[in-house]
């Protein structure tokens, strides 16, 4: 329903994931019985996730311990990885950056030229482990840069930007027909990001396994306030579902539904998979891993534009192993350990036996969710109380340089 905002403009309204909550139904599964799996092109996967393409996330190392505990780990192709022969001083660099230099700082470090055949070889290293290999790269690079990562192996390409459409207009050069290069490529192809029905419809319709789903909700990101565009994630999850619906009347052919960026704990991937996402990238809550090449740090693709900068380098801290975070066991009571478990627990406690069956449970708008019943938890700090502190200071301040969540 469209509400008017002003003579001449109207609006519909739209969620967030704290703007809404799962409605258990009338049934109960065991934990054990819940099957997390979903296939992506011709590769079945134990967990519903992958990791986001940025340097404080993925490095070789990292993608392939992501890969043995049932995920993806997506390379940058444009990022340290492939621009210096040992990328380790360069993020020690940036994670020693005072914080008002930090961005500028970044900027100069991704000034250096991306190299060929640092493409190949890191694609080689991961592949060599017998992980799913997949890499990123922008729409505008895409043909330079991408039958290096072919010719090592790559098998699944992701083209990223903070926004890809299928019908990018220029006068200045010949855009990327994402029609005819999906067409011709031999690997599946996962696109994005968008945000709305039609563009998720149109990116469905060019023959991608999958598409990205989120402008702006990113704990690193700050495309909000520098463009003022993005919407809220549960919104655009749903209306990114209904194009999948559209392409399944229309073809019969499924697209997966990726929720990437604005999540934190396990309750938010429950609800991005209730909204009918298939799978979530994350950034933040895995650049919070021991392993993790950030060292502490965060920062998003488009923090070091040249122009226009649309990240901020954030300090997540350090809170514990990868294979802790994502599957357990967990030691805290926030929901930011054992990710997926915290899923499989969802799902069994709402009675879904799957993913796909978990995408038809019931949500109700509840801006309260977090905060009915929290008081005493909210005056210590502890369990939901940190949830909310948490999520009040990213609303808050996410658009600004700040170094604490």
Request: hydrophobic content about 40%.
């Amino acid at each position: 329903m469209e509400e008017e905002i002003g003579l001449g403009k109207t609006a519909r309204r739209a969620y967030s994931l704290d703007d809404i909550s799962i409605v258990p139904s009338r049934r109960t599964r065991d934990p054990e019985d819940i099957d997390l799996s979903w296939q992506l092109g011709p590769y079945k996967l134990n967990l519903p996730f992958l990791a986001s393409a940025m340097d404080g996330v993925v490095d070789t190392k990292m993608a392939i311990a992501i890969g043995k505990l049932g995920g993806i780990g997506v390379l940058n192709l444009e990022g340290l990885q492939t621009r210096y022969d040992d990328p380790e001083p360069v993020l020690q660099e940036i994670a020693s950056l005072p914080r008002e230099e930090a961005t500028r700082g970044i900027q100069h470090l991704y000034s250096e030229p991306i190299k060929a055949e640092l493409i190949t070889r890191r694609i080689k290293e991961i592949k060599k482990s017998g992980v799913v290999t997949a890499a990123s790269l922008t729409p505008q690079r895409i043909e330079q840069y991408y039958g290096y990562a072919l010719d090592a192996g790559l098998d699944i390409l992701v083209i990223q930007g903070t926004v890809v459409s299928a019908e990018h207009i220029s006068s200045r050069r010949e855009p990327l027909d994402l029609y005819k290069f999906i067409a011709e490529l031999e690997i599946p192809v996962i696109v994005g990001g968008c945000a709305s029905y039609h563009a998720a419809l149109h990116l469905m319709r060019t023959g991608v396994v999958g598409v990205l789903v989120g402008v702006g909700p990113g704990h690193a990101c700050t495309t909000r306030g520098v463009l003022g565009i993005g919407v809220p994630q549960a919104t655009a999850l749903a209306d990114a579902a209904a194009a999948r619906s559209r392409i399944m009347e229309e073809t019969g052919r499924y697209v997966n539904v990726i929720a990437d960026g604005g999540i934190r704990a396990g309750g938010d991937i429950a609800k991005c998979i209730a909204c009918g996402a298939d799978a979530v990238m994350l950034g933040a809550p895995i650049a919070k891993a021991f392993e993790a090449p950030g060292k502490g740090f965060h920062w998003g693709m488009a923090t070091f534009h040249p122009e226009l900068p649309r990240g901020a380098r954030v300090y997540v801290g350090t809170e514990a192993s990868v294979e802790e975070i994502l599957v357990g066991p967990a030691h805290e009571n926030d929901g930011t350990l054992n990710l997926f478990g915290a899923l499989r627990t969802s799902m069994a406690t709402c009675g879904y036996a799957s993913i796909k069956e978990f995408q038809r449970a019931e949500v109700v708008i509840a801006p309260a969710i977090l905060t009915e019943g929290k008081a005493i938890q909210r005056s210590q700090d502890i369990g939901m109380g940190k949830v909310v502190e948490s999520k009040r200071v990213s609303t808050t301040k996410g658009d600004l340089n700040v170094e604490a969540t």
